[in-house]
């Protein structure tokens, strides 16, 4: 109070010499003592309430914070799009390999598929012109061999087909497996990002709490 009370009577001299002051003619200026002046500023200056001062570095404080505040958040949001960029590659390349071996796999099994399928077929004509040839007093070979030579044909197109079926299952499931590696690390950067979010927004909200605060210190009055 004692401050105040000298800040005012300071002004109040100030007032009077510029009152006081003789005016110059024709120029609307007035001529003042700058001496007195001076020693007036430098009195209200050395008066100045501490809670002036201490706004001041307040004020300092929450720019360092405000800062520092900005840069926590940027740094985080960089951290996790980094992360986020990281899983989708990774899972890129899990599906991408789990999708080759299962192509590789269905082609093995075709390819055995088809060499064993080859071999009943060709079994099959050996046995039929060894029937043929050896008994051709039996009418009947003839019969019994392409009976037997079809047979084998749709055996092996049997076994075609269930390797096609079986090659099938195996690529339905990898890409299942895969979209669900896909579906889970979505799920996870979304979270991840739900999450920075949430850490952006408290400490903006941490900064307007300080700011709110900075002003109540600054301007007193507006708490009456």
């Keep these: 109070m004692n401050e105040e009370m000298n800040i005012y009577k300071l002004l109040d001299r100030l007032d009077e010499e510029i009152t006081s002051g003789k005016k110059v003619a024709l120029t609307g200026k007035i001529l003042v003592d700058g001496d007195i002046i001076s020693d007036c500023v430098t009195d209200i200056r050395m008066n100045l309430p501490d809670i002036i001062k201490k706004a001041s570095q307040i ?3 929450r720019n360092k914070i405000i800062t520092q505040a900005k840069e926590d958040a940027s740094s985080g949001l960089s951290r996790a799009k980094e992360k986020c960029d990281q899983m989708l590659n990774e899972a890129n390349e899990i599906a991408t390999k789990a999708t080759q071996d299962a192509k590789e796999d269905a082609t093995e099994l075709i390819a055995k598929a088809s060499e064993k399928a080859r071999a009943l ?11 043929v040839s050896e008994s051709e007093v ?9 009976n037997l030579k079809q047979k084998a044909e749709a055996d092996s197109a049997a076994l075609i087909e269930a390797a096609k079926r079986k090659s099938e299952e195996i690529m339905t499931n990898a890409s299942a497996w895969a979209e ?8 996870y950067i ?31 009055e507006n708490n009456d």
Excluded: C, G, W
């Design 59 to 61: 004020a300092a404080e």
């Design 121 to 131: 077929v060709d079994e099959a004509q050996e046995k039929a012109h060894f029937l």
């Design 138 to 146: 039996v009418k009947n070979s003839e019969e019994y061999a392409e």
């Design 180 to 187: 669900d590696i896909k579906s889970k690390t979505t799920a």
């Design 190 to 220: 979304e979270h991840l990002m739900k999450t920075t979010d949430e850490v952006l927004v408290k400490n903006i909200n941490d900064i307007r709490k300080l700011r709110n605060s900075f002003q109540s210190i600054s301007h007193p």
